[in-house]
């Protein structure tokens, strides 16, 4: 197994516990820094995903979201949809350009144009993504009183790299 899916395994368990912490506190059902950092660390994930399989953006919109249970719920349909992707033939296609949309920002912004990315490169950046926004969620968690989980790399390895089990905690 590759780095880029090793990393998006581990994302997807690293994202389960921070849900099962978030879905278990009621201090934070109804903030709004944690909402919108939720729904965002999705959005791109499933961004990626549509790219990867050369499908059209469909993206919710936040309002669309009535409530924490609800985001989690469109991140387990994502992760169910990663892990199709995962044993498809397409995800071996690591050399493969991904044409990304959003990038004519980053042209416009540093005035010099972007070079492609690869399938491989985009994986790695959705894992990296979300590593960064699990850490300001967590980081919110602890100032709302909770106490987040323990998600590092090293944590899921020295777990035997567990499979994302969500319990019941999007269906209770």
Same mark, same amino acid.
């Given at each position: ?47 990626? =995903? ?6 059209? *953006?469909?993206? /919710? !919109?936040?309002? @669309? ?5 609800? &985001? ?5 349909? =994502? ?6 992707? *995962?044993?498809? /033939? !397409?995800?071996? @296609? ?5 044409? &990304? ?72």
């Amino acid at each position: 197994m590759d780095n880029s899916n090793i990393l998006l395994q581990h994302m997807q368990w690293a994202d389960t516990e921070v849900w099962k912490k978030i879905l278990s506190f009621d201090s934070v059902q109804n903030d709004e820094r944690i909402k919108k950092l939720l729904y965002h660390l999705h959005q791109v994930q499933y961004a990626f =995903y549509f790219l990867w399989n050369e499908l059209p *953006l469909e993206i /919710p !919109k936040p309002e @669309e979201f009535s409530d924490l249970k609800s &985001i989690a719920k469109w991140g387990f349909d =994502y992760q169910q949809k990663l892990d199709e992707f *995962l044993s498809s /033939p !397409k995800s071996d @296609e690591k050399d493969r350009v991904i044409q &990304i949309p959003w990038s004519v920002f980053v042209e416009r912004k540093t005035k010099q144009k972007v070079v492609p990315a690869t399938l491989e490169e985009t994986m790695m950046q959705v894992a990296s993504h979300s590593t960064y926004h699990r850490g300001q969620i967590n980081t919110r968690f602890r100032e709302l009183g909770g106490e987040p989980a323990s998600v590092d790399l090293i944590v899921w390895i020295w777990l035997g790299k567990p499979k994302a089990d969500w319990g019941e905690s999007i269906n209770s």
